[in-house]
């Protein structure tokens, strides 16, 4: 059990590696061409993907709750230049009983029209079924669940925004 639970686990940090460098590499070009967006700053790229995560986990069914955890620091990723880009994971434990293909169909209808939102069902290096959010700007959260012990998982990278002082390493 442990030995699978880790294998799951390495799998989705696998997937949202690759899917974290395709997203880093295409969404600052995309920012680039928002102008209202050429402003952002780290704690404006970091409130706007956090409120939407936030959104997401208060989605979640109270009595199935057993825990709750999101990142409220982190170190920073790279775009071009000296733009960067903030990583966020929000992640519930969850009781038995959550149908997963109703909740993350409700993820999915809430978010499609919200302006600014593009939404889509994907699936994740395993081929289990996930929900990806992506807004204009660059803002990029992979919902999904998984199992044993059974969780919500949200990984999301923030819109670029410039930050040339950032030293490697440090969290914010």
């Not at 295409?26 to 050429?38: F, I, Q, R």
């Not at 997963?100 to 079924?129: C, E, M, N, P, Y």
């Amino acid at each position: 059990m442990i030995e699978q639970r880790k294998a799951a686990r390495g799998a989705w940090v696998r997937a949202a590696a690759a899917v974290s460098l395709a997203v880093s590499l295409a969404s600052c070009g995309v920012e680039e061409a928002n102008k209202e967006m050429s402003n952002m700053t780290l704690e404006e790229a970091k409130t706007k993907l956090l409120t939407l995560q936030h959104q997401i986990i208060e989605m979640v069914p109270e009595e199935l709750v057993v825990s709750v955890f999101e990142n409220d620091s982190s170190g920073l990723l790279n775009c071009r230049g000296d733009k960067k880009k903030w990583t966020g994971t929000g992640q519930v434990e969850l009781q038995p009983g959550l149908d997963r293909d109703k909740f993350l169909d409700q993820v999915r209808d809430r978010t499609k029209d919200i302006q600014g939102w593009t939404v889509k069902d994907d699936s994740d290096s395993d081929g289990a079924r996930t929900v990806d959010i992506l807004h204009d700007d660059g803002t990029h959260l992979i919902v999904g669940i998984w199992d044993g012990p059974e969780s919500l998982q949200i990984d999301s990278f923030s819109a670029c925004f410039d930050f040339p002082e950032y030293e490697y390493g440090e969290k914010y």
